[in-house]
């Protein structure tokens, strides 16, 4: 099918994009969700805000120890950088599930957040990472974390004036590993369940659940028993509990139970 009629503008600036956005346009990144989303005619924005031109929002750089990433960076980008397989092993593991190379080439870690797709494999792994997510209007800036952003399934609490702008990661727990885990039916399909894993016995546990709601759930109750000693298998029954269909809930207690050893530095 062919995408309903829109007006398009290819902004060169943050400014520049923020002054356009109102309730009837739409950002367009990697276009590798929304063109398709348009094509089925399921939006219909009357303005294509086209922020591929806005080279300040296409970064990946670490200041005060932090990962920060521009909302444009491609995931092609994310998987090949050395600092983030270095440093924040999780996401370059989790970014490598995504879809398909030439996917990843147009596709922006930004577009993947703030189209929020329940099984989209980034924002587990921002979450379980603590990310942090800048966005900015004509009327400011605020950071939300993971738990404010995603409010349900391909919905955000961001405005339609908003623009995400940069994920912020804060430094991994020191001694801590991490890992990311996760069953599709083929490769390079999207997941059916997942699990993202960072731990540091005795120190620091973070685990989210892909799969497990409409959004990345942290499976709390089971990173307190895992800090607090629990085994692997203890702790991905108490992340399965979460999760209401019994077979999904099945593997996704598996797939924590993986992640967790996996993670075990
Ligand atoms: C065949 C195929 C397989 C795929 N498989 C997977 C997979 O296995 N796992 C996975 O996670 N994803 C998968 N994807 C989706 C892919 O990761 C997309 O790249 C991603 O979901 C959207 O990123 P984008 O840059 O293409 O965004 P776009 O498609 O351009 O935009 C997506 C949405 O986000 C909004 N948006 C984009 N950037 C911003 C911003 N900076 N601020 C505010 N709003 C913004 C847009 O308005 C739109 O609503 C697949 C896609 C395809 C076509």
Redesign the pocket.
Known sequence: MKPPPFEYSAPGSVDDALALLDDEA????????????LNFRL?R?GLLVD?NGVSE?AYLRRAGGALHIG??T??ATLERSRLVQEHWPLLAHAVR????PQ??N????????????P?????VALSAVDARFH?RSRRGARTLAAGELFLGP?T?A?AAE????EIEVPPQPAGAGSAFVEH?RTH????IAGAAAVFAPGSHAAIALLGAGPVPVRATEAERALVGGASAPVAAGLAAALVQDEHRAALTGELVRRAIERARP
């Open positions: 739409k950002v367009l990144a990697g276009g590798q969700s929304l063109v398709p989303l939006a924005p922020i929002l909302a444009l491609r995931q599930m995504v879809g398909h996917i990843r147009r596709g922006t870690v930004g577009g993947s957040v703030a189209h929020a797709d099984t989209a494999e980034l924002p966005a391909l955000t961001l908003e623009l995400l702008v599709a390079g399909d999207f997941a």
